[in-house]
């Protein structure tokens, strides 16, 4: 989201500078909104995530998922290993790591960090980020602009337009 496509939401002139510090930080605020309320990436962003134990159809939290990075977890010895890429595979629609046929996951120590997954996610390029995440993040920078006194009144109602496309993005069948 730029600062110009801001100012248009808000019908605010290109040339006015005078809330483009404030802009700023709620273009971050409802961009990092969105993604917590989607558990999405727009931008591209390498994370990592731990689980307990090894085992088919482990879950990633974020989306879109680009690719696995690494996935290292503790053997039985307590020393930390990689796991070969021949072993998994990433299932990216379905947000989880997959055993591939006719492989065995090697034991791990039992503890709650045993597995640590490094990833990349979010979208390549702004193009391919879905014109319902820019809509959504649009409103919410005009919500948190127009009502900047946090006073409960028909902004709540605004609010719902915002709501109805996270639900929307958030169904099993969104693109």
């Known amino acids: ?3 110009l496509q801001a100012k248009k939401q808000l019908e605010i ?49 974020k989306r879109p998922i680009q690719s696995i990075t690494s996935i290292k977890y503790y053997d039985t010895s307590n ?6 890429t021949a072993v998994y595979s990433l299932d990216a ?21 045993s597995i640590l997954i490094t990833y990349v996610a979010g979208y390549t390029t702004v193009g391919n980020v879905p014109a319902i995440a820019k809509q959504a993040i649009l409103l919410l920078i005009a919500h948190y ?5 946090m006073l409960l009144n028909v902004a709540m109602e605004q609010v ?5 496309l996270v639900r929307r993005y958030q169904r099993s069948t969104y693109p």
Not at 30 to 50: I, K, M, N
Not at 93 to 113: H, T
């Open 79 to 84: 020393v930390q290993q990689t796991l070969s």
């Open 160 to 164: 719902k337009a915002y709501e109805m």
């Open 13 to 61: 002139a290109s040339t006015d500078t005078a809330h483009d510090n404030q802009l700023q930080l709620l273009i971050q605020a409802a961009r990092e909104q969105w993604e917590h309320d989607t558990d999405s990436c727009v931008l591209t962003q390498t994370l990592t995530c731990t689980a307990e134990y090894l085992c088919d159809g482990i879950e990633i939290p």
């Open 145 to 149: 602009f127009e009502n900047r006194d």
């Open 1 to 3: 989201m730029t600062l």
């Open 93 to 113: 629609p379905r947000r989880q790591i997959r055993l591939k046929y006719l492989q065995s996951w090697p034991d791990n120590l039992d503890r709650w960090d």
